[in-house]
């Protein structure tokens, strides 16, 4: 079963505009990591935040994160047409047989010139 | 260039028949991973491997092996391939394990499975 859901499932948007991604989850996380998957290719990691963090920056990327909503969220800001992509959150659980990385069904961005 | 090398990129194979898809790192990574990704279903995860030696069944185990000999490959294998298995396979690393912090993973670049 899918621990994280994305939403929205496709997200079309013009260059230069911001691209907000929505992730959330059911169960208690260690860490929630995004990733992007260049169509046809494999996933690449953007960034990882820990369950006692509340948002972090790395370049254009923002994620916050809200533990008593178990949700997370992307902002790609002044987006470019090189960010077309998708879009995938991944869990890690902090239990147990939970304690394991678990993706979501993934946002497809597009972003037209 | 470090990183994940997956072979074959794609392959179309009958039904019944015996498959191994392979994986390698050269990062010297503990853990190990296979991930199966269907459109709508995202990326599950089949078998992992926390350490050379070891391995463990994931979301969707059934109908694959894998093996761990050594820290660099780590093979899946189709014993008789099912239409149901038509999938892109990915094989991912990280520097630890799944029962520890793990952080992030890093991905090969796929393999296309055709099963007919």
């Known amino acids: 079963s899918q621990q994280g859901e994305e939403d929205p499932q496709a997200l079309s948007i013009q260059e230069g505009e911001n691209a907000t991604m929505n992730c959330s989850y059911k169960?208690?996380?260690?860490?929630l990591q995004w990733y992007r998957q260049n169509s046809g290719r494999g996933l690449v990691h953007l960034i990882l935040?820990?369950?006692?963090?509340r948002e972090k920056h790395s370049g254009r990327l923002r994620v916050t994160l809200d533990t008593s909503k178990k949700s997370s969220s992307l902002l790609i800001t002044a987006s470019r047409a090189a960010d077309t992509a998708s879009y995938f959150c991944?869990?890690?659980?902090?239990?147990?047989?939970?304690?394991?990385?678990?993706f979501g069904t993934g946002t497809q961005l597009k972003v037209e010139l | 260039i470090a990183g994940i090398t997956q072979a074959p990129t794609s392959q179309i194979l009958a039904a019944g028949r015996r498959m191994t898809l392979r994986c390698t790192q050269d990062?010297?990574?503990?853990?190990m991973y296979w991930y199966r990704q269907d459109l709508g279903l995202g990326l599950r995860l089949i078998h992992y491997?926390?350490?050379?030696?070891?391995?463990g069944k994931g979301e969707v185990p059934d109908g694959y092996s894998v093996s761990r000999a050594n820290t660099d490959d780590f093979p899946l294998t189709l014993a008789s391939a099912v239409p149901s298995q038509t999938s892109v396979y990915f094989c991912?690393?990280?520097?630890?394990?799944?029962?520890?912090?793990?952080?992030?993973?890093?991905f090969g670049e796929g393999s296309r499975l055709t099963v007919l």
């Open positions: 991944a869990t890690r659980g902090s239990t147990g047989g939970g304690n394991k990385l678990t």
């Open positions: 169960t208690s996380i260690n860490n």
């Open positions: 935040i820990r369950s006692n963090e």
């Open positions: 990062m010297r990574h503990n853990a």
């Open positions: 491997s926390n350490t050379a030696g070891t391995t």
């Open positions: 991912a690393s990280s520097l630890k394990g799944q029962g520890a912090n793990t952080g992030e993973l890093f």
